[in-house]
């Protein structure tokens, strides 16, 4: 089942995502960092050493955004980060932020699709993605790509919503999601599908053993899932032999 944002309009979910990410990208950063409670960007950090031992030195951050997780990938002291959207709203936000922290010179934000990478194969040591994955339109396709451009040797580190299955968390999620964060969100942001198609989007992904299980069909060795907050989110690893 394919969800997407505005279900009253023409276009497939590609396009009706970057339409959303642009309408919403001046209010992004504040809304995800409070509708998370500031809990994303503890989640980055931990994706980000997971790293540590392998001191990638080109990295590629796909559906990168405003820039936050390749600014925390910065931790890493690459040579360089790329990153990769579909939305120029979110790109000319992170390129603000970029300049504001004089870090231009370190990470390049790039216009594209992130199931069609305009990179060479082999090329980068490490791919990563925080909760962009969920906005594939064709997951295995982009999983794929992401594979493609990856070095031999070379690791994915992604972030994703996952469904917490255990009572209490279980049913606290479900409210949050369903009733209290759509409303924040379109106060917030003035686009009430926006928040909306969020819960909507983590209710059908396959995460856990599913989502592993379509890593290592599409080439991806040593895979692995650790929960974060309860299973509120997952971080994923996979290999390139």
Excluded at 22 to 34: A, C, E, F, P, R
Excluded at 82 to 91: A, C, P, R, T, Y
């Amino acid at each position: 089942m394919t969800v997407v944002p505005y279900k009253d309009k023409e276009g497939g979910k590609k396009e009706q995502v970057a339409d959303m990410f642009n309408n919403i990208s001046k209010k992004y950063d504040l809304l995800n960092h409070v509708l998370s409670l500031g809990i994303d960007i503890v989640w980055r950090k931990k994706a980000v050493r997971l790293l540590k031992d392998d001191q990638p030195k080109l990295i590629l951050d796909i559906a990168t955004g405003t820039g936050d997780f390749a600014i925390e990938a910065l931790a890493l002291n690459p040579d360089k980060v790329i990153g990769v959207d579909i939305s120029e709203g979110m790109l000319a936000e992170g390129r603000k932020k970029l300049t504001r922290r004089k870090l231009d010179d370190r990470i390049e934000l790039q216009l594209g699709d992130s199931e069609k990478l305009l990179f060479e194969e082999n090329k980068f040591d490490a791919v990563i993605v925080s909760f962009g994955v969920r906005n594939f339109e064709n997951l295995e396709k982009g999983l794929a790509d992401m594979y493609r451009v990856l070095k031999p040797g070379g690791k994915t580190v992604i972030v994703e919503f996952s469904k917490p299955k255990k009572f209490p968390m279980k049913q606290a999620y479900n409210f949050y999601f369903k009733y209290i964060l759509p409303k924040i969100g379109k106060v917030v942001s003035k686009d009430n599908a926006a928040y909306t198609y969020l819960p909507e989007s983590v209710q059908v992904f396959p995460d856990g053993k599913a989502f592993m299980d379509i890593l290592e069909k599409v080439g991806f060795k040593n895979t692995r899932c650790k929960e974060l907050t309860f299973g509120i989110s997952s971080i994923y690893v996979g290999e390139k032999q």
